[in-house]
C-alpha cells in the first residue's frame, strides 16, 4: 500500500487478530487481504493523512465502525503489551482526540498491516526511531528497509542513447540494460585519456539537446559551455530550492563586484531550477517568483551573462525530464538532513554520469557509499545535529545567524535589485526572525565551501570526468529491478517466473 488510505482495509494475520476479525464477521476481508504491506514514503507531519471522524461517518459509516472496532482491540493490546504505562495509548491510537477527532491513516496502515517499509536507510532508521517508535519496540521485525530505485531502461536507453551505445559497445552487448551491475567493468576506463574524451562529447551532445530545448521554451541563450547546474523537482521548503537561489544572487555579486580581469577566473555556469508549487502553497510560489526575478536580471546583465545565467526551466515532468537530466553536469540535492525520504531524481542524474551537491538525507547517503563520497560535493548538518540546531538558532540573534554574506544578500533584495519588494521580503522573512526550520541559513556557509568545490573540480577536466565515469558506473544498486525484486523477495513472497516468448504464428496468440 502507497497510500495509507488504503491501509484500513488490511489486518495483520498474528497475535489474534484473525480470531478478531472471524468473530466481528470480517473474516472475508481478512481472508482477502491478510496478505497487506505499507511503504511510507514521508516523515513529513502534513502527508501522514488525518482524516475527520465526521467525514468517514458521513461517506463511509461501516468503515468507521470497523476502524473503531479494530482501534479499541489494538488499545488493549497495548495496555497488555506495556501494562501501566498510559503514555503509549495516545500515540499509538487510531483516533487523535486531539483539535477534533481524526483517523490517523499512518497508524491504521501500521496496525493492519504485516509488513512496512521505508524507502532508504536513512530513512527507514528514522521511522523506527521517530514517527514509529513505540510501533517498531512493539513489533521490532516490522519495519524494513527497501531503497528506492529507477528503471535503467528508459533514465539510461531510452533517455541517453550516446551513454547507451558507448555501455554497449565497451561490454559486447545489451545485456547492462537487465543486469546493470555490469557496467561497473567500465570503472577500469576512468582515468583513460580517450574514453574521458569520448564520456566528454557524449556529455556535450546532450547539453546542446538541451540548449535547444530552453531556447525553444524559455528564449534565452545558453554557453554550451558553461557548467550546467541543475535542480529539478518538486517545490518545498524542505528541499531548499531557495538555498540555491541565494546562492545564484551571492554568485552574481561576485561576478559583479569583480574586475574585468579577475571576472576571467570564474566557471562559466547556468544554473537551472524547475519544478512546481501546489496551488495553495505561497512560499514556494514565491520561490518561484524569486528565481525568475533573479534570471531577469543576472541574464540581461551584459558584464555579467557571459559567466552566469539563470533559467527557471518551465512545466517540469518526466518527458522534459529526460532531455534535461542528461545533459546535467552538476545536480544539486540539498534537503535538510531527515526531511527527504529518498528521492529519485539524485539516482537518475547519478546515472547518466551527473555529480552531486548535496546534503547527507534520503538516498545521497547510500549514493555516496556506492560512488564514494570522495566523488560528491557533501555538505551541511547531520540528521542527528538538526534538533539542537533548531533549539539554537530560537535563541540566537537573528543577524548574527544568518551571517554577514546572508543579510547581504537579504539587504539586496530589501532595495529592490529584483523587483517584487513585497513578495520576496516577505519570502525571506521565512527563515530570518528564529524562524528558519529548515538550516537554510545555517547550511549556507558550508553550502559555499561546497561550491567552490565544485568550481575547482570542473577547472579540472580530468578530474570531473573522472569522477563522472565513476559515479554512473557505480549506480547499479539504484535499478528498479533490485528494488522490486526484493519486494518480491521480502514482502510480497512471490518468485520469479520466465517471461513467455512471443507467438510465431498468429493461431498461436490466443492458444491456452
Known sequence: IRSPL?????????????????????????????????????????ALEKWGVDLIGALLPRHLEIIYEINHFWLQKIEQKFPGDVSKLGPMSLIEEEHGKRVRIANL???????????????????????????????????????????????????NPGLAELYTRVLGGVGWVNE??????????????????????????????????????????????????????RMHEYKRQLMNALYAIYRYFQIKNATPEERLNFVPRTIFIGGKAAPGYTTAKRVIKLINAIGEVVNNDKEVNQYLKVVFLPNYNVSNAEVIIPAAELSQHISTAGMEASGTSNMKFAMNGCL??????????????????????????????????????????????????????????????????????????TIRNRNDYYLVCHDFVDYLRAQEEVDRCYANPSEWNRRSILTAVRMAKFSSD???????????????????QPALKKEDVFKE
Open 6 to 46: 488504503i491501509g484500513f482495509f488490511f489486518f495483520q494475520a498474528e497475535d489474534g487478530i484473525r480470531d478478531f476479525c472471524l468473530s466481528r464477521g470480517l473474516g472475508d476481508v481478512y481472508k482477502r487481504q491478510v496478505h497487506g504491506a505499507y511503504t511510507n514514503h514521508t516523515v513529513l507531519p502534513e
Open 109 to 159: 496502515c501500521v496496525v493492519g498491516t504485516f509488513a512496512v517499509n521505508g524507502v532508504a536507510a536513512l530513512h527507514t532508521e528514522l521511522l523506527k526511531t521517530t514517527i514509529f517508535k513505540d510501533f517498531h519496540q512493539l513489533f521490532p521485525k516490522k519495519i524494513q528497509n527497501k531503497t528506492n530505485g529507477v528503471t535503467p531502461r528508459r533514465w539510461i536507453l531510452c533517455c
Open 180 to 233: 546493470l551491475d555490469l557496467i561497473r567493468q567500465i570503472e577500469k576506463k576512468a582515468d583513460n585519456a580517450e574514453f574521458q574524451r569520448v564520456w566528454a562529447e557524449i556529455k556535450l551532445q546532450n547539453k546542446r539537446r538541451l540548449v535547444k530545448w530552453v531556447k525553444s521554451h524559455c528564449g534565452i541563450t545558453i554557453d554550451e559551455n558553461s557548467l550546467f547546474d541543475i535542480m529539478v523537482k
Open 356 to 429: 552531486i551537491i548535496g546534503t547527507m538525507d534520503g538516498a545521497n547517503v547510500e549514493i555516496a557509499e556506492e560512488a564514494g563520497k570522495e566523488n560528491l560535493f557533501i555538505f551541511g548538518a547531520l540528521v542527528d545535529e538538526v534538533n539542537g540546531l533548531r533549539q539554537k538558532m530560537t535563541q540566537k540573534d537573528p543577524v548574527e545567524y544568518a551571517g554577514p554574506i546572508l543579510n547581504q544578500i537579504f539587504r539586496s533584495i530589501e532595495d529592490n535589485v529584483f523587483g517584487a519588494r513585497q513578495e520576496l521580503v516577505a519570502l525571506i522573512d
Open 482 to 500: 533490485r528494488t522490486i525484486q526484493e519486494y518480491a523477495y521480502d514482502i510480497w513472497n512471490i518468485a520469479a517466473c520466465p517471461t513467455p
